[in-house]
T-cell receptor, first 113, second 109 residues
């Protein structure tokens, strides 16, 4: 499957902890986007990377950070976790940065206890 | 600022009836509009983009700049159309997607 893959599918942890979510983009895609989906806020854009460099930032908390590696996979790091961080985190990828359709992964469901 | 509004959280129709999912946007420049669909237990996937002016699975959407709308329409709904539909806007220099809150469409037999 050459689509967007995200690991893990589910993550359960406690408040104050730190987790790393991983995303491998579609083959050939250089841009990776991270989104947070929660019941009250809907789908919110967090951050975008293009070919290893940060391209755009959305409503991303300072406790969160991301990076894109030379092999183009990306990781989203969430630290000092709070109950309100419980959400579905989606990764998407696209070929470039200019309005091409984004292809989404299945998401990682993060539950904070 | 970019904003997408989908006024209906839930929409229920009968099989064979026409369906229209509303989407209004706010953006000062020339936006790119998309419809994404999420079927039960599946990932979010692109359904339509306005620049393609295509019909996918019988759905069409026309960008109306005067009314700042991009409503999704299908003349005869099918049960397999039941899903969550998201309208999204891309614009500006960073091309991030701004999503609406989504409309859950249920097509009853």
């Amino acid at each position: 499957d050459s689509g967007v893959t995200q690991t893990p599918k589910h993550l359960i942890t406690a408040t104050g902890q730190r987790v790393t979510l991983r995303c491998s983009p579609r083959s050939g895609d250089l841009s990776v986007y991270w989104y947070q989906q929660s019941l009250d806020q809907g789908l919110q854009f967090l951050i975008q990377y293009y070919n290893g460099e940060e391209r755009a930032k959305g409503n991303i908390l300072e406790r969160f950070s991301a990076q894109q590696f030379p092999d183009l996979h990306s990781e989203l790091n969430l630290s000092s976790l709070e109950l309100g961080d419980s959400a579905l985190y989606f990764c998407a990828s696209s070929v470039g940065t200019g309005g091409q359709p984004q292809h989404f992964g299945d998401g990682t469901r993060l539950s904070i206890l | 600022a970019q904003r997408v509004t989908q006024p209906e959280k839930l929409l229920s129709v009968f099989k064979g009836a026409p369906v229209e999912l509303k989407c209004n946007y706010s953006y000062s420049g020339s936006p790119e509009l998309f419809w994404y669909v999420q079927y039960s237990r599946q990932r979010l996937q692109l359904l339509l983009r306005h620049i393609s002016r295509e019909s996918i699975k019988g759905f069409t959407a026309d960008l109306n700049k005067g009314e700042t709308s991009f409503h999704l329409k299908k003349p005869f709904a099918q049960e397999e159309d039941s899903a969550m539909y998201y309208c999204a806007l891309s614009g500006g220099s960073n091309y991030k997607l701004t999503f609406g809150k989504g409309t859950l469409l249920t097509v009853n037999p």
